[in-house]
């Protein structure tokens, strides 16, 4: 039996909105979401796992969707039944990946299963849970009608930006205490709101967010206070000062965007997060290494936030110390990826766009 | 027979007969699914949930993903699984089961509630709240008010510059009246050197009851008279609490369990933290460690300003950075630490000229301005008579100068 290699899906969901999507691997450039055009269908015994695959099933439970380390639990798919799921786990196969990876002769004999209704349940279950790979001219076009690109209403920082925040990137603001980040997320905030007419979601775990300042900056935009208030309604703001709370919250972000929740006139298109390391560094040092766990998880929500949603996020940092895995000496880099980096206050600001893939 | 029974049952329409062939040990049956019933608050990955990292890792061992697969299994099956105590696991699920409620509670009837508010509201509760004044209006004024609250200010200086002085006369200034455009709230005094003197808080207070008194006297107003017959020494010196703290770990202790005594004291409007540095730089070998405990000290002090509306303020020392042919006089604690503080204000000498840098601010432009201590407190610099010989020119500036000026 040849072993079938799964393609996991990097922890995007598969959700059933309007459309079906999966999240395709890194391999074919690395750009998450596609979509699938066409009513889903179900698969079962007579898949076919090479080549590009029928969309998926959208019976499969919500929480289910998208993680092959899902346990093996009854209902999963028609099938597999509790006292089978018992007989295997029995001899150690709990997950849907412990299940795919065994060889089921093997398991066939020790758990005393039909051998036929184990290959079934494995179609089955890879059909479900597989990625789908996607073709390049596909994904281009599919990028073009979906990107947008939102101006920072500053014209040097768009050109350095190559005209403006992009949708589904994550664009990283680095620098020295007192240079100017939080300046710099307020007035793109404000120039979101108020010239593109599009809403704005502004985690705070600083403290900087200061509206009379943010007031300043839209009037110094526009004189009309009709038009002020309007676009400092447009900007909803969330205080959270740990690390879980940040998850919590981006976690309802994603939560309200896959409902299509309307709030007050749209989608949140920007998502400014002032900053990072704030809620990120209590977390390094000392022996544990949790700190990187949950740093990888806070980046893993936010890029799959910007992918899946369309969103621009600019979470901000300061220049890290990490030590990564004792491996010799310190190293100073930006958190997340594709940073663009703030020098200090001395210097005049030197905007260097420093493509790095961290992660 | 049984095996020809159960592929029957497999190839069926997968209609499950769990009164057959039920086998004993903890059952692992998944119980019919409500679609929608808190399912989203459920799906949340063991990564983001506040666990210890030998118990997650133990989760993740067992194949748990989300919180919702722990939330099926029952404390006793849990710590089967697992192999931890019942009330390990009893714990556990509490706490995975709070988070739950809460997220779900957040959520609740509003779909879109993140707990946010927007901008405008943010900025009617600012304009609505107050501010500490330092009796210093130039500094008043580039602080944009005075010192802010919901904000973390830190006042660096050089020994002998007057930051405990500061810190002293705002524990005394927010306790100024409402009608004299005060915030009649309480203090809360964390000292970690020994530097807080009651006698000079006693001339500082008094003062302060003075000038109050001469404003009343000016105005001739019913509220202002009321306000002064509470506003009187004891009182004054009634509201401020004080705490001594001997290393960090009673500071740690402190400031994390300040959110109780806050929770009781409900008037507090200002924390000042006089030394926050001098516990963390010195018997500290671990240099990583104390960057993190600091950072957490941060956050955990912001939040306490953000949640109970009040002014943190923390006074730090200075240290030498040596680059290439000069040297310069920084805060101390290091670069992550200038991230914590949302204002800083940096206290220094010209001469015999105290000043005072607003040197990050998100509000308030860059500026630099002149102060004085005198025996009631933290003043404006009064333009000096010009009679006055220039006596002071051969003092060390580094010395306080006992100068007596008559002031408001």
């Not at chain 2, 001739?220 to 401020?240: G, R, V, Y």
Request: charged share 20%.
């Amino acid at each position: 039996m040849a072993t079938t290699m799964l393609l996991l899906p990097p922890g995007g969901w598969l959700h059933s909105s309007r459309h079906s999507t999966a999240a395709a691997v890194g391999g074919f450039g690395g750009r998450g979401c596609h979509h699938h055009h066409g009513p889903p269908a179900l698969r079962s015994e007579g898949a076919c796992l090479h080549g590009v695959q029928p969309p998926v099933s959208c019976a499969l439970p919500p929480w289910a969707r998208g993680r092959a380390m899902v346990m093996l639990q009854a209902g999963l798919c028609p099938g597999l039944t509790a006292e089978m799921i018992q007989l295997l786990k029995a001899s150690g196969i709990r997950t849907v990946v412990d299940l795919i990876s065994s060889d089921l002769e093997e398991v066939a004999q020790k758990c005393s299963l039909s051998y036929k209704a184990l290959v079934a349940v494995r179609r089955v279950l890879l059909a479900q849970f597989s990625a789908f790979p996607i073709n390049g001219v596909h994904l281009y076009e599919e990028l073009k009608s979906s990107m947008a690109i939102l101006s920072t209403g500053n014209k040097s920082l768009d050109t350095l930006l190559d005209s403006g925040l992009y949708t589904g990137e994550v664009m990283e603001l680095m620098g020295a205490p007192g240079s100017g980040k939080t300046q710099v997320c307020l007035s793109i905030a404000a120039s979101v709101s108020h010239s593109l007419k599009q809403n704005v979601l502004f985690i705070d775990s600083t403290g900087g967010f200061t509206a009379s300042r943010l007031l300043q900056l839209v009037q110094f935009r526009t004189e009309e206070e009709e038009e002020q208030v309007e676009a400092l309604q447009r900007i909803q703001v969330a205080h959270v000062f740990d690390i879980y709370k940040m998850l919590a919250a981006l976690q309802e972000l994603r939560h309200c965007m896959s409902q299509q929740v309307v709030c007050s006139g749209g989608p949140v298109k920007l998502l400014v997060v002032d900053s990072v390391s704030a809620v990120v560094c209590p977390l390094f040092g000392g022996r544990q290494s949790e700190g990187l766990a949950l740093m990888m998880q806070l980046a893993r929500e936010l890029k799959t936030l910007a992918r899946e949603f369309g969103l621009a996020t600019v979470p901000t940092g300061i220049k890290v110390e990490l030590d990564i895995g004792g491996y010799g000496a310190l190293e100073e880099r930006p958190v997340f990826m594709s940073a663009v980096v703030f020098s200090s206050k001395t210097n005049p600001i030197e905007l260097v766009y420093y493509v790095g893939v961290l992660l | 027979m049984d095996r020809l029974r159960r592929e029957r049952h497999v190839l069926g329409a997968g209609r499950a007969r769990p009164e057959e062939e039920v086998a004993p040990g903890p059952t692992w049956v998944a119980p019919c699914r409500k679609p929608g019933s808190g399912g989203r608050a459920m799906q949340r990955d063991l990564g983001s949930l506040p666990l210890a990292p030998a118990l997650r890792a133990r989760l993740v061992g067992a194949g748990f993903s989300t919180a919702q697969e722990l939330l099926e299994v029952g404390p006793c099956e849990l710590s089967k699984e697992i192999g931890i105590s019942n009330e390990e696991a009893l714990e556990t699920l509490q706490v995975i089961r709070q988070e739950c409620d809460s997220d779900a509670a957040r959520m609740g009837g509003d779909p879109t509630s993140l707990r946010t508010c927007t901008a405008l509201e943010l900025l009617e509760q600012e304009q609505a709240q107050g501010f500490v004044v330092t009796f210093c209006s130039v500094l008043d004024d580039i602080l944009g008010g005075g010192v802010q609250l919901t904000k973390i200010t830190e006042i660096c200086g050089a020994p002998g510059v007057g930051k405990t002085q500061l810190c002293m006369q705002l524990a005394v200034d927010v306790q100024i009246p409402e009608c004299f455009g005060g915030l009649a709230g309480e203090a809360v005094y964390i000292d970690t050197e020994g530097s807080f003197m009651v006698e000079r808080v006693a001339d500082i207070a008094t003062a302060c009851v003075q000038h109050c008194q001469l404003i009343a006297e000016a105005h001739q107003e019913e509220d202002h008279h009321k306000a002064l017959e509470t506003f009187s020494l004891e009182s004054i010196l009634s509201h401020i609490y004080y705490f001594r703290c001997h290393d960090y770990t009673e500071l740690l202790a402190q400031i994390y369990l300040l959110p109780d005594f806050l929770s009781e004291h409900s008037k507090v409007r200002l924390v000042a933290v006089d030394g926050i540095a001098f516990p963390f730089r010195h018997d500290f070998e671990d240099l990583s460690l104390r960057t993190r405990l600091l950072n957490g000290l941060a956050q955990q002090l912001i939040s306490i300003a953000n949640d109970h509306k009040l002014a943190v303020i923390l006074t730090n020392q200075m240290t030498t950075r040596i680059g290439q042919s000069q040297s310069t006089l920084v805060p101390a604690l290091g670069e992550s630490w200038g991230h914590a503080a949302t204002i800083r204000l940096i206290l220094h000498w010209d001469n015999n000229q105290r000043l005072a840098t607003l040197y990050k601010s998100p509000s308030q432009k860059e500026s630099t301005v002149p102060y004085c201590i005198t025996p009631h407190g933290f003043r404006d610099v009064q333009p000096p008579p010009p009679s006055q010989t220039p006596e002071g020119s051969e003092m060390n500036p580094r010395k306080r100068p006992r100068i007596e000026e008559d002031k408001q």
